[in-house]
Structure formats: structure tokens, C-alpha cells
């Protein structure tokens, strides 16, 4: 009989909406291998691992795990199986205590009534197998560090008995020697023969930790590779694949005199001593890790977050934004990161998420809104952005994700900002969308808008901005201008390598 | 064989329609029928004084439930409708009575400062709710007990009874006559209706009341005040409270303390019934009046037909969850 892979996925194929986000992807992972899944955002990494763990249902394909073939359609059947997702956000109740968290789904072990004394030995038991005997377990999960808490997630995986564990970019909340940490766990559960499926964006981390590594792109398998017959180079190329002038549209737009001056901003630890400026015509790129304070920064320009400190000039003048309201009265606009939490109503039709923004302009006396108006409005917009839709009366989770971030975006270009913050604009949206987001940014820049485009993908930071900020824990690390912007640099100065 | 096969797909379709048919219009549907049943069961419930007079005893809470339509709009609750209905009476019995405000001015006055007098609680519950991040059923729940409290305080517990004759005479009309057939109260209630239904409808502020509930965060990102609107429906719900205090007042000729209990309960049923969401964004006027007759034509139909008051609230409780039950499965549907 021919060997069997811990994990072996066949032809998966798994669309939402009419839009596939697989098609025919096969992944193999083995024991005792810590195996990368990479690719872009919307690559479908993390579509593929909810179907493992059976959060998603698949339209098409195998799944065996140990050479057995199993019907994973629920998370229960996912854990059953031997499946445990680590994801970015811990599944974990604050106000219990780290024992009652690790073995939440069995405390009694049968029994109606808790040994308490049982309970605590358990889990004290998988904690010191980690090496993480000093985790106290009668502790409550919300005192314990991020770190900590991802511990007890890993924990209560292992209490599960998991021959699979899938970890869903651990290291975005964790700092550096809380890495390191992390890594010597996931060296600890190779060695014990469990399957680690390692998803991450950071290619150092890749290189020091996985065995293999699997790329996706746009839903497609690449190739899987042995990690020691590659370079990041190499991969890279694998990743992005695709020929960036195609992708990035070119601008022909007149970079003119500076519109908006930041100084000395602060707010909380996110954002220390944060001083940038940006031009007419301008699209001025944000880059850094995840956490580095990018969104915080926007976030106190545009009045959304109280600031302590530091002063914003528009067109010369020193304004005090003290709210979005007051912001958007000066003509700024944002396009917030989380859309279905800030972006748009999604419960709501389009013609109130498109003229959200603008209807003091569409409203005569009493605040009667003038109906012919709005459509008109609507419909220049609709064209301008080619979002496809049935009826503006629909509700905006009638639509997919792409157009629903043009409806978001709609309602800035009905308004008269001329300053506007995109905080990662194309999260979450298939790459013709992409495109087509990134061709609307260029036509406002044409228009003389100045855009502040915060992003964490380096080919869209590359492709798109004339002049690049980097940030790293609160501060700005360094400017690039046009020629200085490659992958190289940036993660140079989003690492906090000094000198480039 | 191929003309089986389309007759059952044309049932299949046909089927569905009526699914869905009976899932959106379910309110409308449950009113139908409990207007037949009303009809069949008693021939005295079509008759043009036992309608008006339903209208008539049903237009408080029909305001209240408008007042109550806006905040539930937003995602909130008002507990305090009841108390300050009752408050509103005892106010304008007061600047009656005790005071002698019997001109036509006075008369004039009394009003005015009633309707303040609950645009102002509306306003207190607003202001804790909107500006200082309070939960609205703690808020409400608390100036339910206070608004009682005040009620009863004002008398010491005894209605005020409103002398025949004087200036007070013109309200007592108003609440009692009409033109024609159609009472008064009946008109105030249908202009009401009118205003709240263009209000919610075709203005900027009904738009945002809408949008604040749906998402507050993505409406303040868009650069609006949301607390603005959060504070406002409030104050509006204590406004209509007052006046539905006041139309309650002139139908009895008396003030009373206990007036308007329960009403915070019913308002907030005629709200779901009529398709609104607790949870905001959802909710229609249209829905509202259906969830206010609805809630009317069980309690007159079973009074006709002589049922105990007791057995009465266990058919309303049924329907409320009934209705209810049939939103979260077309809900679900959509999903």
C-alpha cells in the first residue's frame, strides 16, 4: 500500500456567490512536518483550512485524513477527525480560568458534577508538556498576556487529542520573543508526530520554522516545495505570479502642493510622535506589520479616536479635528479597514449606504431628501464604479465582497472630500475587483484628490503609491520615495533594520 | 410523463410563492383574518360606532408606538412610556385643577407644558443613553419607576377629577366628540400617523435614525453625529407619550397614576409584530399601525364575545411569540 499523508485534500473546489474561491486545489501535509500554506490575500489559504476544519462546507473534492476518508460538514465533524485551528482571534472565554478553558468541551468528563482537583491536574499536565508548567491554571484567561492566552488555545487543542493543528498567522499578535516562544512549542509537537499546518505572511518566519511550503494563488495550486531547495526570492515570484503593470493600472496624475500636514501626532502607545505630509494628486502608501499603529494614526487624523498630542494643517491653515463629523466637514474622507463593522450597513439597501455621507447636499428644507436627486446621484456613481447590482433597493450583503467596498467607497465620491484615507482597500476582494478599486484610486488622484492608502500587501504598496511610510510600533520608521519603494526595503524598515 | 413533471414544478414554484408570500405579509395576514373572525363572530363589530371607538381607545398607545418605533429603530428600548404618560396626565389635571389654568390661553398653557414636561424626561433618558453610553433598558427601566413615583406623588396617590363646564370643557369635548362620526382623537392620532410615516420615510433624519441603528460606527465613520439621533428619538418618545397622556386624560376627565401601565410593553409588541427588529435598522410605521390593530382587535373581539381578561393576555402572548417566530424563519431564509 502506497504511504498515507496525515492530511491529503483532493480537487477541493469551493465558490461563494458565483465567485470561486477554489478550484481543484490538493494539499498534503504529513506527520510530524510543519507545512506552509502560502499566497496573497484572498489566495484562499484560510478557505481551504476552514473546509479542513469543516467551518466551510466544499462544493467539490476528498478530504483523508490518515489515509481514511472522512466527511468533514461541521466544526464537530473537524474536531472529531482530529482537526484543530488556531485561529487569530482565540475562541476563548475571558472570565473562566485556564483549566475550564482548556478542557471546555469535556469538564466533567462525563460526569454531571466537576472534580475541580481532576480538572486543574489535567491541564496542568498538557501545560507542562508545552513547557508552560507556570502558567498558573486556576488563573482567568483575561489576566494572562496574548501570549498566554495563545497557549491555552494550543492547549486546549492538544487536550482534543488533534493530530492536526493549524495555525492561522499566530505571530500577528505576538511580539518578538513571544515568537521565538511559539516556535519552540511548534518544534515540542513535530517531534511528538502532530501535523502543523503554518499559515503566515512573513517569510522569515517560514524559513525558520516549516519543513514544506504549498502556494495558492488566486484559488489555484502553484507548486509545494521542500523549503531548504528554495529562496525567498523564488517564492516571492510564486506568490505574486503575475505581471504587476497588468494589475496596476498606470496614473497620469500631477503630484501639486501639500494638502494636509501631520506633526507630532500621539495617541495612546499605537501612535508615537507620527509627523507625515501628503500632495495634491498624491497617493501616499502606509506599510508595516499588522499592528504597527497604521490604522490608529488615520484613525486619530480623521477625529474617529480621540489624539493626545500633535497638529494637523490643511492647506496651511492648523484645523482641530475633533471628530468624523468635523473631519468630513473639512473635506476628509475614510474608508475604514473592517467593512462589515465600519464600512457599511449591511442590513441596509444601497441607496442609504451610497448617500450615507452626502445627504445634506441631496436634502432641502426640513431635511426632506430630494429622491430624483439621490438617484441621479446614484446612478453617475453606480456607472462610474461598475458595481454590478440588481436594485439600489437591495440590501448591501445582497452584494459580494468587491462591490460591496465599492458602495463604501461610493459614498465618499458623492461627498466633496478631497483628502481620503483607504485603509486597506482591497481586504478581502477578488483581484478583478482589485483592479478595479485601484483604477478608481487613480482617477480620484487624477482628479486632484490626495489618497492615504494604508496596506499590508506589498505588491499593491509597490504598484500603486508615489511615496511610501513605513511604520513600525507607533513610529515612522522611514519615507521611501518612488524609486527607493521595493519589497526589500520596506521589510527592512517594517522589521526595524536601520540602515538600508 | 412531461406534462406531470411541469404540473409538480409549477406546484413546487407555486408553493414556495405562497411560503414567501405568507412570511413578508405575515402581520397584515393575521389582521385579515382576525377582522373576519371579529366580523363572523359578532355583528356588532362592523358597526361604524364599535370601529371608531376601537380607533379611539387604541390611539395612546398608537402614538406611544410611534415614539417607541423611532427608538426601537435605533436598536433601543423605552421602558418608560407608561409612567411618563401617566406623568403628562397628572400635569395637565394639575395646571386644571389645582391651578385654575381654565381660559382658553390656560387651557393652552397647561398643554405646552405638558408636552415639554415629557420631552424633557424623553430628553433625560436620551441624554444618559446617547452622551453618557448607558444601556437603554437600565435607563428607562429606572425613569419608569421615577415617572410612576412622580404620578403618584403629585396627589399622593388619588386621581384628580376634572371639573364639567369651565375652560376644561373644550379638551373634555375633544375627547369625547368629533367630526361626525370620526372622533377627534381619532384625527390627531391619523395626522400623527402621516408625519411619522414621512418622517421615517422621505427625510434626512429618518434615513440616519435607520442607518444609526443598522451600524453606529460605519454612520459616525461616514462623519455624521450618531448620538445626535440616538438622544433625539428619546426626547420624541417622551414628547408623544405626553400627548397620548393628554388624549387618555380627555377621554376619562381625570388624571390618574396608574393610567398607561403596561403601555411600554404593548408599544414594543406592536413594534415587533409590525416587523421591527430589537436589535435595530428594521422596523416600519406601516408595521407599527398593523401591530397596534392587531393587538386592539384581540382584546375588543374577545370583550364582544364576554372572555375574561385573564385568558385574553394568553392569546396575545401567543400571537406575539407567533409572529415573531415567523420573522426569525424568513430571516433565516435570507441567510
Known sequence: MAYTHEVEMTDICKSFGGIAALEHVNFCADRGEVHALMGENGAGKSTLMKILAGAYSRDHGEIRINGEKKEINSTKDGRDAGISVIYQEFALAPHLTVAENILIDNLGEGKPVIDWNHLNRQARKILDWLGFGHIDVREKVENLSVAYQQVVEISKALSRNSSVLVFDEPTAVLASSEEKQLFKIIETLKGQGVCIIYISHRLSEIFAVCDKITVLKDGKNVDTVTTKDITEEQLVKMMVGRDLTEMFPPRNAKIGGVTMKVENLCCGKKVQDVSFEVREGEVLGINGLVGAGRTETLRAVFGADKKDSGTITLGGTPVQITSSKKAVSLGIGMLPEDRKKHGVLINQPIRVNMTLASLKELSGALGWINRKKEDEVIGDLVDKLKIKIGSIENDASSLSGGNQQKVALAKWLGSNCKILIFDEPTRGVDVGAKVEIYRIINQLAEEGASIIMISSEMPEIIGMSDRVLVMREGKVMGELNKNEISEENLIKLSMGVENI | ?335
Open chain 2, 1 to 335: 410523463m412531461n406534462t406531470t413533471g411541469n404540473t409538480e414544478m409549477m406546484e413546487i414554484k407555486k408553493k414556495m410563492t405562497v411560503k414567501e408570500f405568507l412570511i413578508r405579509y405575515n402581520a397584515i395576514l393575521i389582521l385579515a383574518a382576525l377582522i373576519i373572525i371579529s366580523a363572523i363572530l359578532s355583528p356588532v363589530f362592523l358597526s361604524t360606532q364599535n370601529i371608531f371607538n376601537l380607533l379611539r381607545q387604541n390611539t395612546p398607545i398608537m402614538l406611544i408606538a410611534m415614539g417607541m418605533l423611532l427608538v426601537v429603530l435605533t436598536g433601543g428600548i423605552d421602558l418608560s412610556v407608561g409612567s411618563i404618560a401617566a406623568v403628562a396626565g397628572m400635569m395637565i389635571s394639575v395646571s386644571i385643577v389645582s391651578w385654575n389654568w381654565t381660559t382658553g390661553f390656560g387651557i393652552f398653557m397647561g398643554v405646552a407644558l405638558t408636552l415639554i414636561v415629557g420631552l424633557a424626561l424623553g430628553a433625560v433618558n436620551g441624554a444618559f443613553i446617547a452622551f453618557l453610553r448607558m444601556p437603554a433598558f437600565i435607563v428607562t427601566l429606572a425613569m419608569m419607576t421615577i415617572g410612576r413615583g412622580i404620578a403618584y406623588l403629585v396627589t399622593n396617590g388619588q386621581p384628580i377629577r376634572w371639573p364639567e363646564g369651565t375652560g376644561a370643557q373644550a379638551l373634555l369635548d375633544f375627547g369625547s366628540k368629533g367630526v361626525g362620526v370620526v372622533p377627534w382623537p381619532v384625527i390627531l392620532g391619523v395626522a400623527v400617523l402621516v408625519v411619522f410615516w414621512l418622517l421615517s420615510k422621505y427625510t434626512v433624519f429618518g434615513r440616519l435614525v435607520i442607518a444609526t441603528g443598522s451600524n453606529q460606527d460605519a454612520v459616525t465613520l461616514a462623519g455624521i453625529n450618531a448620538k445626535k439621533y440616538k438622544f433625539a428619538v428619546y426626547a420624541i418618545s417622551g414628547l408623544m407619550c405626553a400627548l397620548a397622556g393628554i388624549v387618555m386624560t380627555c377621554r376619562s376627565g381625570t388624571g390618574t397614576p396608574i393610567s398607561g401601565e403596561g403601555y411600554e410593553l404593548d408599544a414594543i409588541a406592536a413594534c415587533v409584530i409590525g416587523g421591527a427588529s430589537l436589535s435595530g435598522g428594521r422596523g416600519s410605521v406601516g408595521g407599527t399601525i398593523i401591530g397596534v390593530l392587531i393587538l386592539a382587535l384581540i382584546t375588543n373581539i374577545m370583550n364582544l364575545l364576554s372572555v375574561p381578561a385573564y385568558p385574553q393576555q394568553i392569546v396575545k402572548g401567543i400571537i406575539i411569540l407567533a409572529s415573531v417566530f415567523v420573522q426569525s424563519v424568513s430571516t433565516k431564509n435570507q441567510d
